[in-house]
């Protein structure tokens, strides 16, 4: 959870203060509106990571952090699909394969977590 919501986080303030920076790595600044669709995104993110950072010690999976590994896990799968496609369709960046490796790792984390029965975290 610690790694998430850092992951999550730090995107979403790059994306939120300068968002032509990390859509010029991904070849993504041809379209007028997209600054204001990284901010709006970055929004989320910034979300998703907080309530990441605030669920770090809880008891996840079952039915007590369900709500919280769900959302993580869906926003995981459909951002590693995306990035998929979008690797496919032509964006040719090698930097978009370290989303798609990030993406793959919170699949299968979230994944185990949602699938698993709960336990409690030796960190504390």
Known sequence: MITSAC???AHGIVLL???EL????????NS???PVSAQLFSAALIGLGLINWTARGLVLGGIYGRAIVYGNFAHALIGF????RARLNGVSNDYFWIEVFLYLIF???FG??????PRQS???
């Not at 990390?22 to 600044?29: A, N, Q, W």
């Not at 699909?81 to 998929?84: A, G, K």
């Not at 185990?112 to 029965?117: D, E, K, P, T």
């Open 22 to 29: 990390l859509l010029g790595l991904f070849h993504l600044t």
């Open 81 to 84: 699909l995306l990035s998929i």
């Open 112 to 117: 185990v977590m949602l699938f698993r029965s």
């Open 7 to 9: 992951v999550f986080l």
């Open 107 to 109: 699949v299968f984390a």
């Open 17 to 19: 203060f300068d968002p």
């Open 32 to 34: 007028p509106g997209a």
């Open 122 to 124: 030796p960190i504390r």
